[in-house]
């Protein structure tokens, strides 16, 4: 039986399935071969589950016991005085004891709960966030503060309970249930502790001692007379509950790691559990042994987080290592929220590409890449997709291109510029489009040019995304030699319509970003503008525009600014003295 052969040295030829070997078949891909496979049996967790487990757990379940207690007081309205009189009974055991030494101390802690220190830490902990720029860390912390703050002051509005009818000695404001200064430093320490501190000791530590610091908080505002203790041990549990529950779900530890080094963080960490997952998943699911896993070009991708699989010692291949990408819902939101700025920016571009869920992106980039394989585009072999957790991490494998460099790296001649120019002619004639041809995305492998990162590639795209392809490759090339030898070695595969069509299409952002810092830089050091080269070297053509309004446009425009105003009159009331935080 023939299948497709993927061997490093003939990505078009024909491979053979191989023997059976203990009732499993195999194969050779680039010249590795793939055994071993295992099917995921039914109800075993998958390699990377989902990060509601142990504490998380028993958080879940106390908030939840939290909420069927707030229930029942509204069910079942005389419920109210059996929990009056066990209150009464602690309030009074407090009242006895105090001594002026106590309150002092009572006093003391009490302090912790105050407007103004609350206020400082919560500023202090978002001001930290956005300097390191871990933007998902700063929203689960305001989600959380908003959960806490929202629900307290509703629950106090709708029970309305009265202050303990006990002499008090502190200030108060508001109803007394549920009590909203010890849920409002409550969820504040703990969501310090999970946006602030690496997982680990530190961490635990911090937690531990936060909970006890609140209980002698929770005493201490007891002592004083100011809440019922039912008022205090249930903040005590919904709060932490909430800032548990807010971090696991919203910024898991495996996905979102706590660290103070600024700079790009769509990259993943891969080592701990997630690594140990991934050499499983890939080990199980594509027969493939991994002995290491390391970031890999991760300077040219925003994405994903690509990696280098290291793989064991073997004399059934001759590969050392294997490329992979790393998919996870952190990508597709972040792709979701760049491509809703650009709509803003420049409205929707032409055959843009909506992924409803990470299996559905990584289904579309393993489709193309075959298809292109198909169509003789010079590309990695695919090896296929592994899932680490279902619907929220998989893993893209393909060939580890060795002995290859970026094209702008590269020594490019006369060759290798027709070479690269008739990958766009095949292209075109393959009614395929790339939609990011960048230097990083450009490979010069044994003098010939190879295509990676087909994420974005588009099937029957539209004349406009193929007139783009054109111009970012035209674009590389000439940053390694010049605008007018391009432009003639362009001529002998395209007309010069063609290339005057696909640089009245090109503006800033149809240029990669890594392309236009390299213009940027070159028109700075040497006065050279290349774009305006080539469109002079062209027969004369009308830019083509880009900005584009429709009703999805407006709409997010509007919306965008009536979220601006919102957060600016928040930030106006913090300054005035009011507000959540």
Known sequence: MDRQDQSPGNPGAVARELDLVGGRREFKIAGITVAGRRRRPSGEAAPLPRDLRGAAQLWLLLGVLTLLIWVWLFVVP?????WTDQDYKVLTWLVDMRTDALTSVANGFNFLTSEWFIRVLRIGTLLSLIFVKRWRHFFAFLIAVLIVEGTGDVLQDMIGRQRPLVPILADWEGASHPSRPLGSLAVTLGAMAYSLLPHGFRRRAVLVGSGVLMLLVAVSRVYLGVEHPSDAWVSLLFAPAVAVLTFRLFAPEAAFPVTWKRGVTAHLDVSGRRGEAIKHAVRDQLG???????????????????????????????????????????????????????????????????????RRLVEYEDYIQRLMRDSEIPSAAPFGIVEITPEREYLMVSQFLFGSEELTEAEVDVAVIDDALGVIRKLWDSGLAHRDIKPANVMLRDGRVVLIDVAFGTVRPSPWRQAVDLAN??????????????????????????????????????????????????KREKGVDLVREFNEMSPHAEPISIQRWSTRRLGLTLGAAFLAMLVLSVVISELSGGGIL
């Open 78 to 82: 005389t419920s109210t005085q059996w």
């Open 288 to 358: 493939i042994e991994v002995v290491a896993i390391e970031p890999f070009g991760q300077e040219g991708s925003g994405g994903s987080t690509p990696l280098r699989l290291e793989l064991a010692p073997d004399d059934s291949h001759p590969e050392d290592y294997l490329f992979a990408k790393l998919y996870s819902q952190t990508h597709l939101r972040s792709d979701r929220w760049y491509k809703v700025g650009r709509t803003i920016l420049y409205g929707a571009l032409e055959d843009e590409l909506r992924f409803t869920s990470v």
């Open 473 to 522: 490759m035209m674009v590389i090339l000439a940053l390694r030699t010049d605008a007018k030898l391009v432009y003639e070695r362009a001529l002998l595969q395209f007309d010069s319509y063609d290339i005057a069509e696909a640089f009245a299409a090109t503006r800033s952002v149809t240029l990669p970003s890594q392309s236009r810092s390299s213009l940027a830089l070159l």
